[in-house]
């Protein structure tokens, strides 16, 4: 069964950090391009950041400097670091396939930014 499981996030103050973890399963680390997205309050979904299987990582322009998705072989997991979070950052992150595949989509993890 294809499973991608996120955990880590929670509350922060402004300025704050979280580290974000997707854990893939193994039929489909290293074979597509993984995201982390996220969804606000009455927003679309939406990737703000992406790392390719040769590790290339990409980013959307509001995280990038603040964000950094990187990837842990042994583990199969695709990690978010979050930094000088801001509060239009609250949102629930989800990860997923670049594009993204419906039947994949799990329960994400909240992250709110407020003082």
């Known amino acids: 069964q294809v499973q991608l499981v996120e955990s880590g996030g929670g509350l922060v103050q402004p300025g704050g950090s979280l580290r974000l973890s997707c854990v893939v399963s193994?039929?489909?680390?290293?074979?597509?391009?993984i995201g982390w997205y996220r969804q606000a309050p009455g927003k679309e979904r939406d990737v703000v950041a992406q790392v390719a299987s040769d590790g290339f990582a990409n980013y959307v322009g509001s995280v990038e400097d603040r964000f950094t998705i990187s990837t842990e072989k042994n583990n199969r997991t695709v990690y978010l670091q979050m930094n000088s979070l801001k509060p239009e950052d609250t949102a629930v992150y989800y990860c997923?396939?670049?594009?993204?595949?419906?039947?994949?989509w799990g329960q994400g993890t909240q992250v709110t930014v407020s003082s």
């Open positions: 193994e039929s489909i680390y290293s074979r597509y391009a």
């Open positions: 997923n396939t670049i594009p993204p595949v419906t039947m994949y």
